[in-house]
């Protein structure tokens, strides 16, 4: 695998620890906050950037722009549902009308959006046709927004980027 590659998927996984990392338990010798700052060192070498200031600047902006990539990812569907069996919520448990704490979406990353963790449970709980329309507006209002606010951060970041580190960027998936 070629070291862009390499770097795209890990700077993918990555951007779903920046917000999460101290909030889940050390899982063996996996500490994120090494893996982040390795990940954060790596991408300042891929753009280049000896100046401190310089970095501080394009950093912020990066930290935004992967927060609202996030925040879509959030939006972005329930996988789970794929695997789980008619009447059963995604995980494998029986429909309760209780809270889903303890599971998580998306993986890398992507808070559960509230409106969409809504949408799955009336599609699984088999909601009325109304409260299904509602619940589909409400996740494609959220996810304009949070579209939008990705689309404003990724401005912001192409602000004080060279084209060569834009496109360093778009190559490792953290601008489109």
């Known amino acids: ?48 950037v000896k100046n401190e200031d310089e970095w501080k600047l394009i950093f912020a902006r990066i930290e935004k722009t992967q927060e609202a990539q996030r925040e879509v990812r959030g939006l972005s569907g329930d996988f789970r549902m794929l695997f789980s069996r008619s009447g059963e919520q995604p995980g494998g448990a029986a429909p309760t009308g209780g809270d889903t704490a303890g599971r998580t ?24 046709t109304d409260d299904l329309k509602l619940r589909l507006a409400k996740v494609r209002e959220a996810r304009k927004a949070a579209e939008a606010k990705y689309e404003k951060a990724a401005e912001d970041l192409r602000q004080v980027l060279t084209v060569r580190q834009e496109a360093a960027l778009v190559a490792v998936g953290l601008l489109k």
């Open 1 to 48: 695998m070629n070291k862009l590659a390499l770097l795209a998927a890990a700077a993918f996984a990555v951007s779903g620890l920046t917000t999460t990392a101290q909030e889940q338990p050390r899982r063996g010798n996996f500490n994120p906050e090494e893996m982040r700052a390795r990940m954060n060192e790596r991408v300042r070498e891929l753009l280049e």
């Open 105 to 128: 979406r998306g993986g890398f990353g992507g808070t559960p959006n509230p409106d969409s963790e809504a949408l799955s449970k009336a599609v699984t709980t088999k909601a009325p």
